[in-house]
């Protein structure tokens, strides 16, 4: 079936860096953009980054611009958030989902992976 599956989360000392990993199954990746959202406790689900199914095109939130990169490599059907200079705002449940080719908007999600950036 169609899945995504996350990882990589984890507790970080603020300026620290973690790398996401979201591996796809049950669907041909190459075919789908892929994006990551993030939510921190009593806020609303926000779009971090997207990237092209080729990977030749990223969109990034204002608030992780030049701090993440997203990357995928369709070859292990898996898509990365590389973050840097981590924040303790950045503290968050982050989930991959992968973006409908009708509508433009996620149709897949994953279970989702625990970032906590604290000292």
């Known amino acids: 079936q169609v899945q995504l599956v996350e990882s990589g989360g984890g507790l970080v000392q603020p300026g620290g860096s973690l790398r996401l990993s979201c591996a796809a199954s049950g669907f041909t990746f190459n075919n789908f953009f892929m994006s990551w959202y993030r939510q921190a406790p009593g806020k609303d689900r926000e779009l971090v980054a997207r990237?092209?199914?080729?990977?030749?095109?990223?969109y990034y939130a204002d608030s992780v611009k030049g701090r993440c990169t997203v990357s995928r490599d369709n070859a292990k059907n898996t898509v990365y958030l590389q973050m840097n200079s981590l924040k303790s705002e950045d503290t968050a449940a982050y989930y991959c989902a992968r973006i409908s080719n009708f509508g433009f908007r996620p149709d897949v999600w994953g279970q989702g992976t625990q970032v906590t950036v604290s000292s």
């Open positions: 990237i092209s199914n080729s990977g030749d095109r990223t």
